[in-house]
């Protein structure tokens, strides 16, 4: 599988977990958390493989490259707020569309713009570049739940701070 093949699949993953956890009701608090936290795993995942493996790859696209890095810390901050936001508030759903919209806007500029720029590096590059982000991707997915831990951690501090 080519790298951006990779990462579209991992986009189509993202994005169904926003749609579904925004569809949810104030009934299903478990189910929000669920996805909330599922979200959070792939997302982390998502972005450390990027800015690891493809990103330092893709040649000449320097614009789209700062403008990547600073959309990743807009995601990052959306993702902080949706964490701490608890699951019953009303701007529950509101918050979770606002993040859902920063990725899809993120997530098809990647598709629509950089992804053709890397079709330069060759398939069997890309092929390469692809198995990479595939074995990383398992790695992480493997070690994630302690990050994860931590991150929740962090936020759940930055709440009772706040
Ligand atoms: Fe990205
Ligand atoms: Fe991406």
Same mark, same amino acid.
């Given at each position: 599988?080519?790298?951006?093949?990779?990462?579209?699949?991992?986009?189509?993953?993202?994005? $169904?977990?926003?749609?579904?956890?925004? $569809?949810?009701? @104030?009934?299903?608090?478990?189910?929000?958390?669920? %996805?909330?936290?599922? &979200?959070?795993?792939?997302?982390?995942?998502?972005?450390?493989?990027?800015?690891?493996? &493809?990103?330092?790859?893709?040649?000449?696209?320097?614009?789209?490259?700062?403008?990547?890095?600073?959309?990743?810390?807009?995601? @990052?901050?959306?993702?902080?707020?949706?964490?701490?936001?608890? *699951?019953?508030?009303?701007? &529950?759903?509101?918050? *979770?569309?606002?993040?859902?919209?920063?990725?899809?806007?993120?997530?098809?500029?990647?598709?629509?713009?950089? &992804?053709?720029?890397?079709?330069?590096?060759? @398939?069997?590059?890309?092929?390469?570049?692809?198995?990479? %982000?595939?074995?990383?991707?398992?790695?992480?997915?493997?070690?994630?739940?302690?990050?994860?831990?931590?991150?929740?951690?962090?936020?759940?501090?930055?709440?009772?701070?706040?």
């Amino acid at each position: 599988m080519k790298a951006d093949d990779v990462l579209t699949a991992h986009h189509d993953v993202l994005r $169904g977990l926003l749609r579904d956890l925004a $569809g949810t009701t @104030d009934a299903q608090a478990d189910r929000r958390e669920e %996805l909330r936290e599922e &979200f959070l795993r792939q997302i982390e995942i998502h972005a450390q493989i990027e800015d690891e493996i &493809f990103y330092p790859a893709v040649p000449d696209v320097s614009p789209l490259l700062s403008l990547a890095h600073a959309e990743h810390r807009q995601i @990052d901050d959306q993702v902080a707020t949706v964490l701490r936001t608890p *699951v019953d508030h009303p701007q &529950f759903v509101a918050e *979770v569309r606002m993040l859902e919209a920063t990725v899809r806007h993120h997530t098809m500029e990647e598709e629509q713009r950089m &992804f053709p720029q890397s079709h330069a590096l060759g @398939d069997a590059r890309l092929e390469e570049l692809g198995r990479q %982000l595939q074995d990383r991707q398992r790695e992480l997915a493997r070690s994630g739940g302690m990050r994860l831990l931590i991150r929740l951690k962090r936020a759940t501090l930055r709440l009772t701070r706040a």
